[in-house]
């Protein structure tokens, strides 16, 4: 697990590291922490999705936490952001962005725990996998890696958020009913992962990668809403901590 920690101040990012590694330690896992002194410095080897969750300090020199985290979010919608302040002025602008907890310096052990708890569950759900033979060979993917599903005759056609694209032989019924809540049926024959829509309009489902997708036309209020109260959720437990 790669963990970033933005902060100006040395002592604080020492301070939370220890933490983790504590962490770490009682639960059995490998964290890997990154130290940045300003937002800037972050930003310039910054990747989408290279950290699991960053910490960032609201008041440093330079570019603020905020705006660090706004810049974040052009590219990353899934990184978990976590405020490190001295005040709770800007609690309003952290959830404009998305944060999942808003924590008090200096860090206490009880508080981080409860944030990283629930970056595990999290990850306990992303990590359901499916699984596949194609081209002779055996395939797994976890559930998040799954952008769509279609029927192509007698196969099936899978496609990833790598843009990988994988043709099986099984039926729709039988992968609808190992998929969980995040996938919707948006006609019989094609399953799409909700995490990776990105519109849904005019009789048309525009997911993040490109591909554009037909609705039921009877069916398009409920596919939308259905959508739009997953999206709702997803923030909610997002903000939870």
């Known amino acids: 697990m790669n963990i970033a920690i933005v902060d100006d101040n040395e002592r604080d990012r020492l301070h939370l590291?220890?933490?983790?590694?504590?962490?770490?330690?009682?639960?059995?896992?490998s964290v890997e922490t990154g130290h940045f002194q300003s937002g800037e410095e972050f930003l310039k080897t910054y990747q989408p999705f290279q950290y699991t969750a960053v910490f960032l300090d609201i008041f440093m020199n330079?570019?603020?936490?905020?705006?660090?985290?706004?810049?974040?979010?052009?590219?990353?919608?899934?990184?978990?952001?976590?405020?490190l302040t001295t005040s709770e002025a800007f609690r309003s602008e952290a959830f404009s962005v998305f944060a999942s907890a808003y924590l008090t310096k200096p860090t206490q052990n009880e508080e981080v725990f409860r944030f990283m708890?629930?970056?595990?569950?999290?990850?306990?759900?992303?990590?359901s996998r499916f699984c596949f033979a194609y081209d002779r060979h055996?395939?797994?993917?976890?559930?998040?890696e799954i952008v769509s599903v279609e029927t192509d005759r007698n196969y099936l056609l899978i496609k990833d958020t790598q843009g990988?694209?994988?043709?099986?032989?099984?039926?729709?019924?039988?992968?609808?009913?190992?998929?969980d809540s995040r996938f919707l049926i948006l006609i019989k024959g094609i399953l799409v992962n909700m995490d990776c829509v990105e519109q849904i309009q005019n009789k048309q489902c525009i997911m993040k990668n490109g591909d554009i997708f037909p609705i039921h036309v009877k069916k398009e209020r409920d596919i939308?809403?259905?959508?739009?109260?997953?999206?709702?959720?997803?923030?909610?437990?997002?903000?939870?901590?």
């Open 17 to 29: 590291e220890q933490i983790l590694k504590q962490y770490a330690v009682m639960n059995r896992l």
């Open 62 to 83: 330079g570019m603020s936490g905020i705006s660090t985290a706004e810049k974040i979010r052009e590219t990353d919608e899934d990184t978990a952001i976590v405020f």
């Open 117 to 127: 708890d629930h970056i595990l569950r999290l990850r306990t759900e992303t990590d």
């Open 138 to 144: 055996e395939y797994s993917l976890s559930f998040a």
């Open 164 to 179: 990988r694209r994988y043709r099986t032989r099984m039926t729709f019924s039988s992968v609808q009913e190992q998929m």
């Open 224 to 241: 939308k809403q259905k959508w739009l109260n997953y999206k709702f959720a997803s923030i909610r437990k997002a903000s939870a901590v």
